[in-house]
């Protein structure tokens, strides 16, 4: 029978994830991981198996964990201007709260020339899952007449997930929060 684990293993989890999203996959070391999770190197390869397992594992974690939250507030009873302003401005909210190391997904995305096939996929599952967050919200706000006929809400919602990535990016180094903002509000004007 097995040793039982002495350690939480979503609590690993999470702190696997905090180093990659700092650090990203490469640059991530088994030994950077091994100081932030408090777990020995050999019980963290027999519970998540090598580096690459364990980034996939966290990337999914942040997949789900980070859609959950979005996916909830895009389906709030309140205006698609205000869904979609405070979807942006909480972007901006956690650069500034999380020392501008961005959105995982997004710094994943950046490297994607340099990953695995399977890395890139959870990336573009989190595309498609923001994609259709995005267009089921613009859908119903345009059934609600806050949307033009006109307006095709699929193509709003890739408009908005290259927003989202985009600031994201960008928001990474521009600290100066007035213009962050200032984009903010020229999307936003993509609404009508």
């Known amino acids: 029978m097995g040793r039982p684990k002495a350690f939480e293993v979503d609590e690993a989890l999470d ?7 700092a ?4 640059a991530a070391t088994i030994q ?11 019980s963290l390869y027999a519970t998540f198996g090598d580096k690459r397992q364990l980034f996939l594992k966290a990337l999914d974690r942040y997949r789900l964990q980070r859609g959950q939250i979005r996916a909830a507030l895009l389906e709030e009873d309140a205006p698609v201007r205000v869904l979609l302003g405070r979807l942006l401005r909480g972007v901006l909210e956690t650069l500034e709260s999380q020392g501008r190391r961005g959105c ?11 990953l695995e096939a399977e890395m890139v996929a959870l990336v573009e599952t989190n595309i498609q899952d923001l994609k259709a967050s995005l267009a089921i919200c613009l859908r119903r706000a345009q059934a609600r007449g806050e949307l033009g006929g006109h307006q095709d809400p699929e193509a709003l919602a890739c408009f908005f997930v290259n927003a989202l ?7 990474k180094v521009v600290k ?9 509000k020229v999307t936003l004007a993509v609404l009508g």
């Open 176 to 184: 100066d929060r007035d213009t962050l903002d200032a984009i903010v």
């Open 15 to 21: 702190r696997a994830m905090a180093v990659f999203w």
């Open 165 to 171: 990535y985009g600031l994201n990016t960008l928001g």
């Open 23 to 26: 650090k990203g996959f490469e």
């Open 32 to 42: 950077d991981l091994v100081e932030a999770t408090g777990v020995q190197r050999q």
């Open 104 to 114: 995982m997904m997004v710094n994943t995305a950046s490297d994607a020339l340099q």
